[in-house]
């Protein structure tokens, strides 16, 4: 059992230079871990474990999701842009109401869904390869430095439509487009496979795969979405892990938001783990939901509206399983900027707030301790091992 006389004393401290390498004196002696190799093995461990330490706790990003045609890309444009673009957002909604303009409430270009209930490519807010650097940082809000906050952005949706895109397309990148998915990475052959008996998903001209006809067959039949889901969400997932990696460790960036609009409908539990707070954008009710969506795409009957509603998680469940629940609601804009602000400092507060230096200090001192206390009890016992020998050969000498 440990006694006082284990324990270091004040000019005992040779095991503190020796166990983060200052010196190390070489002992030839038969058993494997000595003191000395005892100290370098606990310096090896304690160096893993704080770089284990800061790579999980820097691995922080943020989920943005929610139901189709509640806002979501809103939200992060929002987000990305800053102080100027809220106050526009909210100017914009003064002015229909003094009827300035006479434009209504509407949501960004880039929350527009296609036919396979994902957002169209036409957009410029985000930045999903580590060539786009300049969307990554805020606007200067209340033009305060302190209070500036840089975002790194990744769409699931980007990636689910590149995916679905040939080899040939994402190599040759038609029409100047900018894929940041790589031709290995394309599900295109499997997804024709799989869909060989609906050959009306491609397009006539390009040959590609027509996101409005496959999104057709998918919604009318829920086995064949669940046969492409299995073929597209562990891609979708690997691709999503990598810039998020780069996000946390490589953008400099304070927080790292991605827009998953499915979230919560994948059965990938891998995917929800990635993920340290949730944040649900959603709307007062079901018909304002149903309402956007007819609005944005006319050409969509109201049972095709029904269909991708019903295909997603009720609003109210994805609210209870989120971190944060911000209300898009209509008309209230000043109050949805609040919230916003809100959800965004408590994400600073809750990422950032006890910093990854607290957790280093209190596992050097805690390792530093245990290593100084076994160095001590080894001591002692082999120093009392060696004189309990040393009396035994004394007493046989005698009896002799």
Not at 5 to 11: G, Q, R, S, V
Not at 18 to 23: F, N
Not at 220 to 233: C, G, P, V
């Amino acid at each position: 059992y440990p006694t006082a006389t284990m324990f270091p004393t004040y000019a005992d401290w040779s095991w503190v230079r020796t166990m983060w390498g200052l010196e190390c004196f070489v002992r030839y002696e038969s058993d494997i871990l000595t003191p000395h190799g005892l100290c370098w093995l606990l310096s090896i461990r304690t160096a893993f474990l704080v770089v284990g330490l800061y790579l999980g706790q820097s691995f922080c990003p943020i989920a943005l999701t929610g139901g189709i045609a509640t806002g979501k890309s809103t939200m992060v444009r929002l987000l990305v842009q800053g102080q100027s673009a809220m106050d526009e957002f909210v100017r914009e909604e003064e002015e229909d109401k003094d009827g300035s303009d006479g434009k209504t409430e509407k949501d960004d270009d880039d929350d527009k869904t296609d036919d396979n209930g994902h957002k169209k490519e036409d957009k410029d807010t985000t930045n999903d390869s580590p060539n786009k650097d300049d969307n990554n940082s805020n606007i200067n809000n209340n033009n305060n430095t302190d209070d500036v906050v840089t975002i790194y952005t990744v769409d699931c949706d980007a990636i689910g439509h590149e995916i679905l895109l040939s080899p040939t397309a994402l190599k040759t990148k038609q029409g100047g487009s900018r894929y940041s998915v790589s031709p290995g990475e394309s599900v295109y052959e499997k997804v024709c496979q799989t869909f060989a008996q609906d050959n009306d998903i491609l397009d006539a001209q390009t040959h590609e795969i027509d996101r409005a006809k496959l999104g057709a067959v998918i919604f009318a039949d829920a086995a064949k979405r669940r046969q492409l889901n299995r073929l597209t969400h562990g891609r979708i997932a690997w691709i999503l892990w990598k810039r998020l990696a780069y996000g946390c460790y490589l953008s400099g960036q304070d927080l790292v938001v991605a827009e998953v609009p499915l979230l919560f409908e994948t059965q990938s539990w891998l995917l929800r783990s990635l993920f340290c707070l949730t944040v649900m954008v959603t709307v007062e009710s079901v018909d304002v939901q149903r309402a956007r969506l007819q609005a944005r795409h006319p050409q969509w009957t109201v049972e095709d509206c029904r269909r991708r509603l019903d295909a997603q998680m009720p609003l109210h469940e994805k609210e209870r399983r989120a971190s944060y629940v911000l209300s898009n609601t209509t008309g209230q804009r000043r109050v949805v900027v609040r919230d916003l602000r809100s959800i965004q400092q408590s994400c600073m507060d809750r990422i950032h707030g006890v910093g990854i230096s607290v957790t280093q200090i209190v596992v050097i001192v805690v390792a530093t301790l245990m290593g100084g206390l076994l160095y001590r009890i080894h001591i002692v016992n082999k120093s009392g091992g060696g004189d309990g020998a040393e009396a035994g050969e004394s007493a046989a000498a005698a009896e002799l």
